[in-house]
């Protein structure tokens, strides 16, 4: 059974529009109550109820029309009765294999629950395995998933200057594979994720817009990185466009938020690093991070100067919880639908279209509440 005081007020949310759809209280293209009605219902903000409707949709139990609402999807065929041969082995579990870099909860968590919940949707297996930022682990990963069998992988590349021979290897050879997150240039291969150079100028404006102008621009250890270089671009056209040429001797690289420099040693280089920064560039007027976790860091040694309140940090990402608090404004990624389209996507392929996509899915720009 779910404790729900334990399960975030979407996911309640989520549950209980769920169980009223299987037991036909909300029947088959029949409307749901509105973002708005649902938030006076149960007493949240109109970002929860929302956010229970989006997890809805991802799964594909709803259908969301602008202007219009929210609408039960059909029930799909009941298949459980047919005993036909063909029916009986598309029955049959298959495997799948998940590739991640790493997660936490700022990113990732929500993206594999929801990779997992499409999966027994859809009558699939996932095998996880995380690479913790390196390129040897993730090609061992790789083997394995091979050698157990899986029918197709959903990848989150680790942060490399250059693309892992597996990867490549298994897109030449045809092998279904799905990539998340971070997307392979130039490599005809699927993928499911955010338009990260569009969130980044539209955060960057954000800063703009509230006059700040001496803008650094923080970011982790990874130079090459597809999810990076857009957001450094999208940053970087936003100031183009306010006349504002972009200066990079006051950005700001820190380590140890990748993951194969975690570590306490490096951490407290990364504090030494910023408190420096602050002391050498007296007149930064905000700062916009690539992840969350950078965020949290230049806070610390914000607070601990009691000087907070003088340079709003945005960044991409943040940790939920139940209070819906949000220590920054920051950019709101859909994990839920992007883990869903990316088991999606990787069915289809595996089940022979040759189809390559991209698929942007919409982010929203979630304002500070604390």
């Known amino acids: 059974m779910i404790d729900m005081r334990q399960t975030p007020l979407?996911?309640?949310?989520?549950?209980?529009?769920?169980?009223?759809?299987?037991?036909?209280?909300?029947?088959?293209?029949?409307?749901?109550?509105?973002?708005?009605?649902?938030?006076?219902?149960?007493?949240?903000?109109?970002?929860?109820?929302?956010?229970?409707?989006?997890?809805?949709?991802?799964?594909?139990?709803?259908?969301?029309?602008?202007?219009?609402?929210?609408?039960?999807?059909?029930?799909?065929?009941?298949?459980?009765?047919?005993?036909?041969?063909?029916?009986?082995?598309?029955?049959?579990?298959?495997?799948?294999?998940?590739?991640?870099?790493?997660?936490g909860a700022s990113f990732g968590m929500e993206l594999l629950s929801s990779i997992e919940r499409e999966c027994r949707r859809l009558g699939f297996a996932m095998i996880l395995r995380c690479s913790d930022g390196s390129i040897e682990q993730e090609s061992r990963s790789i083997d394995e998933l091979r050698e157990l069998g899986v029918k197709g992988m959903i990848v989150m590349c680790s942060q490399n200057e250059n693309y892992n021979p597996k990867i490549l290897q298994m897109v030449v050879e045809n092998f279904p594979v799905v990539t998340v997150d971070r997307q392979m240039k130039g490599i005809p291969v699927s993928f499911v994720g955010t338009d990260n150079t569009a969130a980044a100028k539209e955060l960057t404006k954000y800063l703009l817009d509230k006059g700040c102008r001496k803008i650094c621009f923080a970011k982790p250890a990874a130079i090459k990185t597809s999810t990076l270089m857009e957001r450094q671009r999208g940053f970087i056209r936003a100031l183009n466009e306010?006349?504002?040429?972009?200066?990079?001797?006051?950005?700001?690289?820190?380590?140890?938020?990748?993951?194969?420099?975690?570590?306490?040693?490096?951490?407290?280089?990364?504090?030494?690093?910023?408190?420096?920064?602050?002391?050498?560039?007296?007149?930064?007027?905000?700062?916009?991070?690539?992840?969350?976790?950078?965020?949290?860091?230049?806070?610390?040694?914000?607070?601990?100067?009691?000087?907070?309140?003088?340079?709003?940090?945005?960044?991409?990402?943040?940790?939920?919880?139940?209070?819906?608090?949000?220590?920054?404004?920051?950019?709101?990624?859909?994990?839920?639908?992007?883990?869903?389209?990316?088991?999606?996507?990787?069915?289809?392929?595996?089940?022979?279209?040759?189809?390559?996509?991209?698929?942007?899915?919409?982010y929203q720009i979630v304002r500070k509440t604390i």
Not at 89 to 99: A, D, H, N, P
């Open 10 to 103: 979407y996911e309640q949310i989520y549950l209980n529009i769920l169980k009223a759809i299987e037991t036909e209280k909300y029947l088959p293209r029949s409307k749901l109550p509105s973002e708005k009605e649902l938030a006076k219902q149960y007493g949240v903000s109109r970002i929860t109820s929302k956010k229970a409707l989006e997890l809805l949709s991802g799964e594909g139990r709803i259908r969301r029309i602008v202007g219009k609402g929210s609408f039960v999807n059909s029930k799909p065929k009941d298949e459980s009765k047919d005993t036909s041969p063909e029916i009986v082995k598309s029955r049959k579990v298959r495997l799948i294999g998940v590739l991640m870099e790493s997660f």
């Open 242 to 362: 306010y006349g504002i040429l972009a200066d990079e001797k006051i950005w700001m690289t820190l380590r140890s938020t990748m993951p194969s420099e975690h570590s306490p040693e490096m951490l407290e280089q990364d504090l030494k690093k910023v408190n420096n920064y602050l002391d050498d560039h007296p007149d930064i007027s905000a700062f916009l991070t690539s992840e969350y976790s950078i965020a949290v860091i230049l806070l610390k040694c914000l607070r601990e100067r009691e000087i907070s309140g003088r340079y709003p940090i945005v960044c991409f990402d943040n940790v939920d919880d139940i209070t819906n608090d949000n220590m920054f404004t920051h950019i709101k990624q859909n994990e839920a639908a992007i883990g869903s389209q990316a088991v999606q996507l990787l069915a289809k392929t595996i089940d022979g279209e040759t189809k390559k996509e991209t698929i942007l899915v919409p």
